[in-house]
């Protein structure tokens, strides 16, 4: 089982120095006023992954104001390699974020991703349905990168193509040469993109089929874009030879209008509940977390049976917006998943139901104090 027995952080949002250790490899619950700094810890584990962490933030966001010296972010986890140390914090000399793995620089953050995998809902997390597809669409190739560390290199190719035949298009006088080969590549790269969205979907869907639907309905994943609606009906390369005759076709469009008006850039993630058969941006505001919690749950699961260790969870004031009775079911499920969850809440009494065996902390002004279970 993978999980964190120790996190130490330095400089970090509102910690000047912080340690936690003794943890316990269920669950650890962190109570406290809004604003004790409960987020900024689960904020600080979201980042000993690859990526921005939990609120997608710069680096310059992380540095606690009153001091100099750089954050950083240091842990030891067990995992089915053993025992490791990881680390994080900003290179100021290069201005980026660098990661140690015993003790030695990584050559890049995906090689976390070997390690373990973390997933994370956060309060921010509540309008994924009625916001417009964009967060949809990053929602999902964020759990397709848990299985496939390539997919954000390939999104970034396609988006650096994307962003050069813009400005081609907008200046105007662009060789049709040169116009082809960055069409090409987009093509190319986002039907690789496409592909692995559309076999994650698929599996994710099965793993869905097979969660009990009693608290956390049962969700029907869809893709709707150019490209993998292509890839449902034919061919990689028919559908590559489609995608790169509608970008040569949309030039003088796109040169008005800027970007492109097809791509994977525009997918949607479509989620519907299926029992009642009802798109979740027009279901109530519990049914939409019910079916958000599902599909973390349910990708938990998926790498649980397809990594064979279960994700460290991140959930940020999850309990407190659900029911005793659902409240109940998510522990049960959480449980039976077997892996590390973080819990953060203001009031210890939603927690009663976690097992007693968990790290209780009450968090107050930086400083972290042990509690006994609710």
Known sequence: MTAITELRLRNFRSYTEACLTGLASSFVVLTGDNGAGKTNILEAISLLSPGKGLRSADLTDFQNREMRVP???????????????????????KNRRTVTIQGEQAKSQSALSEYFSCLWLTPQMDRLFIDASGAR?????????TFDAGHAG???RFENALAQRSKLLKDGNASPVWLDSLEKQMAETAVAVAAARIDFVDRLQKVCDRRPSKDFPISELALGGL?????????ALSVEEEYRSHLKKSRAED???????????????????????????ECSTGEQKALLIGIVLAHAD?????????PILLLDEVAAHLDPSR??????????IGGQVWMTGTEAEIFRGVPEKSSFFTVDSGHFLPQKAA
């Not at 609606?229 to 061919?235: A, D, N």
């Not at 998926?302 to 279960?310: Q, V």
Request: hydrophobic share 30%.
């Open 71 to 93: 954050w950083g972010i240091t842990a030891r986890v067990n995992t089915g390699y053993g025992e490791i140390a990881v680390g994080t914090g900003k290179d100021t000399e």
């Open 137 to 145: 669409r990053r929602f999902l190739d964020r759990m397709v990168f």
């Open 154 to 156: 390939r999104i970034t």
């Open 227 to 235: 490209v993998e609606e292509g890839l449902q009906r034919g061919s």
């Open 255 to 281: 040169g008005i209008n800027g970007g492109a008006s097809a791509g994977i850039h525009r997918t949607d993630f479509c989620i519907t509940y299926r029992e009642k058969n009802m798109p979740a941006h």
């Open 302 to 310: 998926l790498i649980n049976a397809e990594k064979g260790s279960p």
């Open 327 to 336: 409240r109940k079911s998510l522990y049960d499920l959480l449980s039976h």
